[in-house]
Nanobody
Framework: QVQLVESGGGLVQAGGSLRLSCAAS????????MGWFRQAPGKEREFVAA???????YYGDSVKGRFTISRDNAKNTVYLQMNSLKPEDTAVYSC???????????????????WGQGTQVTVSS
């Protein structure tokens, strides 16, 4: 079992930055791939970014060049640094953990076993 708790969401103006954190606890979270997904009202869940246990990173097309995912295994925490935020980035952001060994699955919600409760990010224009 892995427990995930997100923090860092809030209201920011377009062009601003936020850093989300996802604190993991439980059974060897450093062995898991970690992902960030988001869901806006009336839209499907969207892949944002993932970082594998070995450190490889992957990003959704809409956030490439603006968002950076990182992990600190000593603190069992994953971060999502979000820069140049746009109103269309407004959503509930959730982190997830899964034993994913092939990067092709890192963008798929079904590959993740554990989810946090989500944190709201609102970007005003």
């Amino acid at each position: 079992q892995v427990q995930l708790v997100e923090s860092g969401g809030g209201l920011v103006q377009a062009g601003g930055s936020l850093r989300l954190s996802c604190a993991a606890s439980g059974r060897t979270p450093s062995a898991y791939a970690m992902g960030w997904f988001r869901q806006a009202p009336g839209k499907e869940r969207e892949f944002v970014a993932a970082i594998m246990s070995g450190g490889s990173t992957y990003y959704g097309d809409s956030v490439k060049g603006r968002f950076t995912i990182s992990r600190d295994n000593a603190k069992n925490t994953v971060y999502l640094q979000m820069n140049s935020l746009k109103p269309e980035d407004t959503a509930v952001y959730s982190c997830a953990a899964g034993r994913i060994y092939f990067s092709d699955y890192a963008t798929t919600p079904r590959a993740y076993n554990y989810w946090g409760q989500g944190t709201q990010v609102t970007v005003s224009s």
